[in-house]
Structure formats: structure tokens, C-alpha cells
């Protein structure tokens, strides 16, 4: 009898991860057909490598998860920048570039759990706004290495896959 149970339970607890990536493959395919920006395979990857989003059973616990795993890319991005100046490794000029995409950073994780709040409460224009808002950190923290033209941007790789984390959650919001 103990055997049965297991077996059905297995069975469940199998058909679950299943469907949870058949949820996360399609969702991501939907959304990379609208965005050209969104990576499909980086979006898989992303979602099966974070426990919250294989167990989600819905777009908007999916949204819920990426949205998180975006806000704690957010963090981490700023602490590599945060190390970066106390270790003092950077050339001359860099310094202010630094505190303002830290401060980016903060801006974004502000917009992130706002929006997360508003994905709970099913208000998903309120979302999709603070996750555009989110979204626009990466891109202000390389332009303003741009502007210096005297060093390449410590953090390029960083703030690319940090754009990615947070495109998911908007593009899957728009789906909503």
C-alpha cells in the first residue's frame, strides 16, 4: 500500500513540474514572438533555474517569481558595483558614474516591489509601468560609462542579463 501512494504521489509531484515547464516554455515563446529583445532561451533557463517559477501554475505566479529573481539580480548587480568602489578599482573620472548606477539600482528595486504589490492586487498597468521603469537601470548605469568615453563599463555583462530578468516580468505582464 505504501508503494501505491508513492507511486501516485510521485506521479503527482512529476505532472507538476511537467506542466510547469510546459507553462514556462510557452510563455516564454509568446513572449519572445512580441519582444524582439526577449531571448527565449535565456528566459527558459532563467525560469527553470529558479525554484518559485517551477512550481508555478499560472502566468501571473510566473510573473510573481521572475519579478523576484529580477529584484535580487538588481541587488546583486549593485553589490559587484559596491565592491567595485571599495576596492577602489576603477580609472579616473568613474567614481560618480558608479554612485549613479547605484543609485539606479535602488530606483529599479523600488519600481520592482511596486510592482510586485500591484501584480498581487491584479492591478497590471501599474505593473507593466514600474517594470518599464525597472527596466531603464541597466541601460542609464551603461550610458553613463558612455558619456565618459575614458573607461568601459565594469558591469556591461552584468547589466545585460539584469535587463533580461526584468524584461521577462514586463513582457509576461503585457500578457496578462
Known amino acids: 500500500m505504501k508503494f501505491l501512494v508513492s507511486l501516485v504521489m ?13 507553462l514556462i516554455q510557452d ?4 513572449a519572445a514572438a512580441k519582444d524582439p529583445q526577449m531571448k527565449y532561451d535565456f528566459c527558459v533557463n532563467s525560469l527553470t533555474q529558479d525554484p518559485q517559477s517551477k512550481t508555478a501554475t499560472t502566468l501571473e505566479g510566473l510573473v510573481i517569481a521572475s519579478t523576484k529573481n529580477a529584484a535580487a539580480k538588481t541587488t546583486n548587480v549593485k553589490g559587484i558595483v559596491e565592491q567595485i568602489l571599495k576596492g577602489k578599482r576603477y580609472g579616473p573620472g568613474i567614481e560618480t558614474v558608479l554612485h549613479d548606477c547605484i543609485e539606479h539600482y535602488d530606483d529599479a528595486n523600488g519600481s520592482l516591489n511596486t510592482a510586485l504589490a500591484s501584480v498581487q492586487s491584479h492591478d497590471y498597468s501599474t505593473a507593466t509601468v514600474n517594470l518599464g521603469a525597472a527596466l531603464d537601470a541597466p541601460g542609464n548605469c551603461e550610458d553613463g560609462f558612455k558619456e565618459r568615453k575614458q573607461q568601459k ?8 542579463i539584469l535587463f533580461q530578468k526584468i524584461l521577462i516580468p514586463l513582457a509576461f505582464t503585457n500578457m496578462l
Open 153 to 160: 563599463s565594469p558591469v556591461t555583462n552584468e547589466n545585460n
Open 27 to 30: 510563455s516564454c515563446k509568446k
Open 10 to 22: 510521485c506521479s503527482l509531484l512529476l505532472n507538476g513540474l511537467a506542466s510547469a515547464q510546459t
